[in-house]
């Protein structure tokens, strides 16, 4: 079993940036893709970005732009950097791996705040 523990949230201005992080760990795992997903208030959780092992990222359209996927197999940590933040980026941030033994682990999310 893979336990994903999330940290970088937090309340920021509106135009500020935060990087969330999100660590791996337990026995014997060799993650394949990792990803970010956010739950806004009072809407369905969606997809932010996700990374393969090798480093190919795909991104939600809309936030391609101003979001950055990143991981560091070595330490199993995959990173979200975010810029140019928006209230409506207002939401909990999940992490979410993918073991190759085909097991899905979900962190318990982070919040991240945009608001002046």
């Known amino acids: 079993q893979v336990q994903l523990v999330e940290s970088g949230g937090g309340l920021v201005q509106p135009g500020g940036s935060l990087r969330l992080s999100c660590a791996a760990s337990g026995t014997g795992f060799i993650l394949l893709d990792m990803g970010w997903y956010r739950q806004p208030p009072g809407k369905e959780r969606e997809l932010v970005a996700v990374i393969t092992r090798g480093g190919r990222t795909n991104y939600a359209d809309s936030l391609k732009a101003r979001f950055t996927i990143s991981r560091d197999n070595t330490k199993n940590t995959v990173f979200l950097q975010m810029n140019s933040l928006k209230p409506e980026d207002t939401a909990v941030y999940y992490c979410?791996?993918?073991?190759?033994?085909?097991?899905?682990?979900w962190g318990q999310g982070t919040q991240v705040t945009v608001s002046s």
């Open positions: 979410n791996a993918a073991n190759i033994n085909g097991a899905s682990s």
